[in-house]
């Protein structure tokens, strides 16, 4: 009888013991990966003329169509940014129309912290912009 209880207790301290280091790892696992793996940041974005490069070693471009082609790449770019400015500028429209439309429903008591609360979403915003990772 002694032994049963015996090799049952040891049973579960193996099985214990192997949960354990199952959520363990995992926890490591996890933690490491938001910590390093998550902090890299993504590779820069390739220049005009890094493209050129790659795409005259690639297709055999002459130098002249090389040139045409960076101009192309400049100012398909160009057209690119200017559609996100300009997105960005109506978002910006729409979110200040939003709040506007928020402040008049709230007191004059309430308007302090709801002030506070859009300035820390405001930065919070600058700063994920400014890191997207």
């Known amino acids: ?16 013991v192997f949960v ?6 995992g926890t490591a696992n996890h ?6 793996w998550g902090k890299q940041a993504p590779p820069p ?8 490069t790659d795409m005259t070693a690639e297709l055999n471009l002459t ?12 100012d398909t770019h160009g057209q690119i940014h200017a559609d996100y400015d300009a997105a960005d500028a ?6 200040k129309a939003g709040r506007d439309r928020l402040r008049a429903i709230l007191t004059p ?4 912290k709801f002030e506070e609360i859009m300035r820390k979403l405001d930065e919070q915003r600058k700063q994920s912009v400014a890191n997207p990772h």
């Open 1 to 16: 009888m002694e032994t049963t209880k015996t090799r049952s207790e040891a049973a579960i301290l193996v099985v214990v």
């Open 109 to 112: 008591e309430q308007l302090p």
């Open 45 to 52: 974005p390739r220049t005009t003329q890094q493209i050129v």
């Open 31 to 36: 933690l490491w990966g938001e910590r390093v």
């Open 90 to 95: 109506r978002r910006d429209q729409i979110r």
């Open 63 to 74: 130098p002249a169509q090389a040139q045409q082609f960076g101009a192309v790449v400049d």
């Open 20 to 25: 354990l280091g199952a959520l363990f790892g």
